[in-house]
């Protein structure tokens, strides 16, 4: 088997490690102005976005590593 002979099932580009689906998702999810590079304000919506709620998650978190008998209340 060659060097470049990589099983490609997963459609990988092995210069730059991206996959299919991580093009399609950069290009319609994180580059919204479709420049092809990421801005500031398009890597904080990306790192931070707005449809997850830390407070909520930290919390269930916080509830779920004190409860000794694991009866789950989630908020």
Do not use: C, Q
Not at 1 to 7: F, K, L, S, V, W
Not at 24 to 29: D, P, S
């Amino acid at each position: 088997m060659a060097a470049n002979d990589e099983d490609d099932d997963d459609d990988e580009d092995t210069e730059t490690g991206w996959t299919a689906e991580d093009e399609e998702e950069f290009r319609t999810e994180l580059d919204k102005n479709g420049d092809g590079v990421l801005d500031k304000d398009e890597i904080y919506h990306w790192l931070v976005p707005n449809d997850y709620d830390h407070i909520v998650d930290e919390s269930n978190h916080l509830f779920a590593e004190a409860d000794d008998d694991k009866v789950s209340t989630s908020f």
